[in-house]
């Protein structure tokens, strides 16, 4: 987090970072995130933390908790790799994403599945 803090003071794009298990254990963890940002004087909204769709953060209530304390400081939070894994519709309700990423074995050839295609516009 700190080196992308430092590279994005040096122009005004926007970035993506993963975020693993760990980093949402606890209300001290994210707000060190918060911090760091601010430390660097980074907009918020010009970070989105990916969440691993692999990561079963959708029973423990502590990182649901910790992403909507993320979303509120003005973070962008995106599922990653949805549909692979944990995720579900009912992750998206609990999360409140701002990007779900759709996992590329559904996405690749979609012109010529239609049962890919049609996956994809449900979801």
Do not use: W
């Amino acid at each position: 987090m700190r080196k992308v803090c430092e590279f994005m003071q040096g122009n005004d794009h926007e970035y993506s970072i993963n975020l693993t298990a760990d980093d949402l254990q606890t209300k001290k963890d994210v707000e060190r995130l918060f911090a760091l940002a601010s430390s660097y004087s980074i907009d918020p909204e010009r970070i989105t933390f990916e969440i691993l769709e692999e990561i079963d953060i959708f029973e423990n209530q502590s990182s649901l908790e910790n992403i909507k304390i993320l979303k509120s400081y003005g973070f962008k939070i995106a599922i990653d790799d949805f549909g692979t894994h944990h995720a579900n519709f009912l992750s998206i309700l609990s999360l409140e994403p701002d990007t779900i990423k759709i996992d590329m074995k559904y996405v690749r050839d979609i012109d010529t599945r239609p049962k890919n295609a049609s996956l994809v516009r449900a979801i």
